[in-house]
């Protein structure tokens, strides 16, 4: 029969002749001393009600934070990932299929947001809140988890950091998925750790970890350092396998309906989703720095998901695993070619990740706290965890070689020692997989509890070591935690800092513009040509917010001066060309389309749109000839195939017509210009039934277009008639 183990608190009992009660404190009064103990006590004896307070606390702490952010410009206003995880929720709401033959990025968090829309309506202020209610389970999740590894006091302050760090709220009020794995990954943890004799536990730690892969494919790398726990903590094989298989089963079982959805529409053989094949090359390619850096050729704004880029690469149309087996390719073959480089990058990324430096991409959180109650206490912000987290790493992994099981763990089950270490042995997992790619904040977000646990242990033990009998060893912690603190230093980086101050502020442009606040958007850029006047790509794209805030004279005026100075800035010519034509200058346009293809002939969407030049001044057959050079340049060129069926509809060639809409929607099926015109040809042929399914797209597409709903109803009672 195993005994009762003995609590943190209580010392080892050949230390103490016989018990001894505790001198009475004078006066009544409790001395000031004993309060750490009787904490300590109520700890260990309540753990369900301390982990209950803690959610309390943290779910006050989110409060605040919701209340304030909610109306803020980065809570209205969505970009790239957020931008796209709200479109796909919105088209599972309305029943649109997926676009393309394989999911680009998780379909896990859009269908979460799918449920919420439902719910409370297409509200971002409802996603947050229950979000940031969820999120809060983060931090007594971490109390008791830490409360395996360290003392319960100790295990608490892990905990409190949870609850009021910063930067960890801000990201559970992001449309991302970041929160989500957080939680999975520390689900997984905490029930791996609490039973791993037990099979439920083994299976739910399984499906935990597979919603953590579902949110991103490289936690598969977890996957053998969960079973290898489950192996050093079961005994007997039958067990351990046992525990294995359950575990991997319930991974499986969470990752089996998007393997099947692969399956059976992937062209090209895919694991899990599409973007891991971009993320490796924009981590490891030619022109990589260890941080989010878009190629030269690679235009995020028009081909988000690099389906065009990949076509004009290879001459066909391109769906998004063959993108994605084409990405992987090319960094692959550009890694073996230069190994040394590959492998210098892999390790500056690693140093990247535990650096106390922020690295934001498009969301930053140094920025959006300015004035809110975030940036200033109870909250604090910094990573300063990161450093300490490799610390205690370090004294995990240590203490592991000198000590045996414990006989002090705080319940039956693991040794304290074990935990730390397995807690250790997945921040450092992780932190490789991360650094297979490119270094972010939001990416070392999931990462935090078990860093903030992990520093929380580090300090623990240089206490213990310093109040004990080693005390020489507290010397060798404190000099190796200083190593890490100066190795991790924001200077000794040599990053161009202004230039990502400069990318905030083009992103918090592009942010006002897309809630038409179009003034607030001209003075960031003005803000960020304050560092660098003569930066040509911010002023070219200094001239193109000029000219969507209305100031069309001036932004020529930019133009003008910059392509004096550049002429061969190609995406100038191209971008002056939108302006011209948008201002129904189109003669001067086609001179500035001109330039732009003869800098660069790749460049489909200067084809596309010298095509509608040439259409609006007459010239059919010029603008035929470019469009077909749009499209062979990029196959699934949705909007060359569009305007090449709308040229032959004025042509009076209806068959030629449809068969444009139709190649424009198969290349991207919710594409609205195609499907309208579709609707309109099929509508005047008097195809009825037809005519009617496109119209439901289009409204499937876009509820408030009026003249579908229109349309479709002058259909449906006809048919009724």
Request: charged share 20%; aromatic share 10%.
């Given at each position: ?43 260990e ?27 803020t ?12 995880y ?25 269908l979460f947001?799918?449920l919420?829309?439902?719910v ?40 409190l950091a ?24 520390l ?12 099979r ?14 579902l ?12 079973a290898?726990?489950?192996?050093f ?18 991974c499986?079982?969470?990752?089996s ?9 992937a ?6 989703t ?28 028009e081909?988000?998901h ?20 084409f990405?992987?390719q090319?960094?692959?073959?550009w890694m ?5 480089r ?12 535990w ?19 975030l ?16 610390l ?28 730390a ?16 790619f ?12 078990w ?48 230039r990502?101050e ?19 958007a001209?003075g960031?850029?003005?803000e ?9 790509d911010?002023?070219d ?6 000219a ?10 930019v ?5 004096l100075e550049?002429?061969?800035?190609a ?14 200058r189109h003669a ?13 002939p790749?460049?489909?969407s ?18 035929a ?8 340049l ?12 709308a ?8 068959t030629?017509a ?7 929607i198969?290349?991207n ?21 037809e005519a ?24 449906e ?5």
């Amino acid at each position: 029969m195993r005994t009762r183990p003995k609590r943190w608190h209580e010392p080892a009992a050949s230390m103490q002749s016989k018990p001894q009660k505790p001198p009475a404190p004078s006066r009544g009064r409790l001395p000031l001393s004993a309060l750490p103990r009787m904490l300590g006590a109520w700890l260990e004896s309540k753990p369900a009600l301390a982990a209950f307070v803690l959610y309390l606390i943290a779910a006050a702490l989110r409060a605040v934070h919701w209340l304030t952010f909610r109306d803020t410009l980065l809570a209205r206003v969505f970009l790239m990932d957020e931008a796209y995880y709200h479109a796909e929720a919105l088209s599972l709401v309305r029943g649109v299929p997926n676009p393309t033959d394989s999911y680009f990025m998780t379909p896990v968090y859009p269908l979460f947001l799918s449920l919420v829309y439902r719910v409370a309506g297409e509200s971002a202020s409802a996603v947050y809140a229950v979000q940031l209610l969820l999120g809060a389970f983060a931090a007594p999740c971490v109390f008791l988890l830490a409360r395996r590894a360290m003392p319960a006091t100790w295990a608490a302050a892990a905990g409190l950091a949870v609850a009021s760090f910063a930067p960890m709220v801000f990201h559970e009020a992001l449309l991302l998925v970041e929160w989500m794995i957080l939680l999975a990954l520390l689900g997984a943890t905490l029930l791996a750790v609490r039973a791993p004799a037990s099979r439920a536990h083994a299976l739910a730690s399984g499906a935990c970890l597979g919603i953590a892969v579902l949110g991103r494919g490289s936690n598969m790398l977890l996957v053998p350092v969960f079973a290898a726990w489950f192996f050093f903590q079961c005994r007997g094989r039958s067990r351990v396998l046992a525990q294995v298989a359950l575990l991997v089963l319930g991974c499986m079982g969470m990752l089996s309906p998007l393997l099947v959805y692969n399956a059976r529409h992937a062209e090209q053989p895919l694991l899990l989703t599409a973007n891991a094949g971009l993320n490796l090359y924009l981590g490891n390619g030619p022109e990589a720095t260890g941080l989010f850096l878009v190629p030269e050729k690679l235009d995020i704004a028009e081909d988000p998901h690099a389906l065009r880029y990949v076509q004009r690469e290879t001459g066909m149309r391109a769906t998004a695993s063959v993108a994605a087996r084409f990405w992987m390719q090319k960094t692959l073959q550009w890694m073996r070619s230069h190994p040394r480089r590959a492998l210098e990058l892999l390790v500056w990324k690693w140093v990247l990740f535990w650096n106390r430096f922020s690295f934001p991409q498009v969301e930053s959180f140094e920025t959006a706290s300015r004035g809110l109650p975030l940036g200033r206490l109870p909250f604090w912000h910094g990573h300063v965890a990161l450093p300490l987290a490799f610390l205690g790493a370090l004294l995990a992994f240590l203490g592991l070689g000198r000590e045996r099981r414990s006989q002090q763990a705080m319940d039956p089950g693991p040794a304290p020692v074990h935990v730390a270490g397995f807690v250790a042995a997945c921040t450092l997992t992780y932190a490789a997989s991360i650094a297979l790619f490119f270094i972010t904040d939001r990416y070392r977000m999931p990462v935090m509890p078990w860093a903030l646990l992990l520093s929380t242990y580090g300090v623990w033990r240089f206490v213990a070591v310093l109040r004990g009998e080693h005390r020489p060893r507290a010397l060798g912690i404190a000099a190796v935690a200083a190593l890490l603190f100066v190795l991790t230093d924001a200077e000794r980086l040599n990053l161009d800092r202004p230039r990502m101050e400069r990318d905030l502020r083009v992103h918090e442009a592009l942010r006002y513009a897309k809630a038409d606040l179009f003034d607030a958007a001209v003075g960031e850029y003005r803000e960020a040509l304050r560092s660098a006047p003569q930066d040509p790509d911010l002023r070219d794209g200094f001239a193109r917010m000029l000219a969507r805030a209305g100031q069309d004279t001036l932004a020529l005026v930019v133009y003008h001066d910059l392509l004096l100075e550049k002429p061969d800035f190609a995406r100038a010519w191209y971008n002056l060309g939108n302006i011209l034509r948008r201002t129904r200058r189109h003669a001067e346009a086609v001179v500035a389309y001109e330039r732009s293809v003869a800098l660069e002939p790749w460049r489909e969407s200067a084809w596309n749109n010298l095509g509608e030049c040439y259409r609006v001044l007459g010239d059919t057959l010029a603008a035929a000839r470019a469009y077909r050079q749009a499209v062979a340049l990029v196959p699934g060129h949705e909007q060359a195939l569009n305007n090449l069926g709308a040229l032959r509809a004025t042509q009076g060639d209806a068959t030629a017509a449809e068969a444009g809409f139709r190649a424009a929607i198969a290349a991207n099926p919710r594409y609205l210009p195609a499907w309208r015109n579709l609707a309109i040809l099929l509508t005047n042929q008097q195809r009825r039934v037809e005519a009617r399914d496109s119209w439901r797209a289009i409204l499937a597409l876009d509820p408030g277009d009026t003249l579908a709903s229109r349309v479709l109803n002058e259909i449906e009672s006809q048919r009724q008639d």
